[in-house]
């Protein structure tokens, strides 16, 4: 290893034990995280809910299921009618994740647009 390759690898380790000083644009970085993390995790757990009740209905329409949980009637009727409604969570997801990005930028817009030019003219 090379005077150049130690000296390299003493910074890496050394920054490791330095502590990290926080910059305006790990500030941005972060008030960019605060609108979009809600959205997104809604939008993971909503999506996630919609397709298992949309498993659910094809489940229910498309096997046995139905006579195994004890449901009587049109176990097919059913099964559609509960895969439709996962379908339609699943169809609506992206429009309510868009609609809270979209409000929670209107809320926080100030505040990065302040530290942004704040950053852009420096």
């Known amino acids: 290893m090379n005077k150049n390759d130690q000296r390299f690898a003493a910074q890496k380790i050394r920054a490791q034990y330095m502590?990290?000083?926080s910059s305006e644009l790990d500030e941005l970085r972060?008030?960019?995280q605060k609108v979009k993390r809600p959205a997104i995790v809604f939008s993971y757990v909503f999506g996630i809910l919609g397709a298992i009740v949309l498993?659910?209905?094809m489940s229910l329409a498309m096997t046995d299921l139905a006579q195994t949980i004890g449901v009587t009637g049109?176990?097919?009727l059913l099964g559609s009618i509960i895969g439709d409604v996962g379908l339609v969570m699943a169809l609506i997801n992206y429009p309510i994740y868009a609609a809270?990005?979209?409000s929670r930028k209107?809320?926080?817009a100030p505040e990065i647009l302040a530290l942004?030019?704040?950053i852009v003219s420096e």
């Open 55 to 57: 498993g659910i209905g």
């Open 19 to 21: 502590e990290k000083q």
């Open 30 to 32: 972060a008030l960019d």
């Open 74 to 76: 049109n176990p097919m």
């Open 116 to 118: 942004s030019d704040k």
């Open 100 to 102: 809270i990005v979209k």
């Open 106 to 108: 209107k809320k926080y």
